[in-house]
């Protein structure tokens, strides 16, 4: 049976797009962009939370700093999930993640603590400019800047958020 021109180059067509996508959803690019999607959205919800009540959440400017960073996990958190009504009297939802499960970012408690966690189970970090400014020192790199009020990132696949060879951020 021969096949027509046409039925051949459908075939074609489909195996040069399919093959790639199983490569992307095989090879472990998939934690990789899960994690960028929850620090996007996270990144968001802070951002939302500065807009609407022109501050940042309460634990945030007590113990985060742009040069020591917070994990992502505490009253804050809560505050962005309108559970903690004294920072967020508003009680505005500003994010609703999934539960993390293996292998899948989200929100998990550790030890009873709500914590955003990324693809591999490690808590988010957060960088944050002072009061007024939108400019933080990038860890990873002395000479530049992160120019955004927040820096979010994951300490990766390693798990060790100093080695930035495979962190992700947010301002990457």
């Known amino acids: 049976m021969k096949l027509s021109f046409t039925i051949k ?10 093959v790639p996508c199983l ?27 500065t807009q609407e009540y022109q501050r940042s959440p309460r634990q ?10 917070q994990k992502s996990e ?9 559970l903690d009504q004294m920072d967020n009297p508003r009680a505005i939802r500003f994010m609703d993640f999934q539960p993390a ?8 408690h550790m030890n009873s603590v709500p914590t955003i ?16 400014s ?10 530049e800047h992160i120019q955004d009020k927040y820096g979010i990132y994951s300490a990766g696949p390693d798990g060790d958020p100093n080695t930035w060879h495979d962190n992700v951020t947010s301002w990457d």
């Open 9 to 18: 180059l459908c075939i074609f067509i489909l195996i040069v797009l399919l």
């Open 134 to 143: 939108t400019k933080i020192p990038w860890p990873g790199r002395p000479s």
């Open 101 to 108: 499960k293996r292998g899948q970012p989200g929100i998990a």
């Open 60 to 69: 945030l400017d007590y113990v985060g700093s742009e040069t020591h960073p």
């Open 74 to 82: 505490g009253s804050f958190v809560a505050s962005l999930m309108a």
């Open 23 to 49: 490569f992307f959803f095989f090879s472990g690019a998939r934690p990789l962009l899960e994690t960028k999607t929850v620090i996007k959205g996270f990144s968001i919800a802070l951002h939302g939370f």
């Open 117 to 132: 966690v990324d693809a591999w189970g490690n808590p988010l970090y957060i960088l944050t400019a002072h009061k007024k």
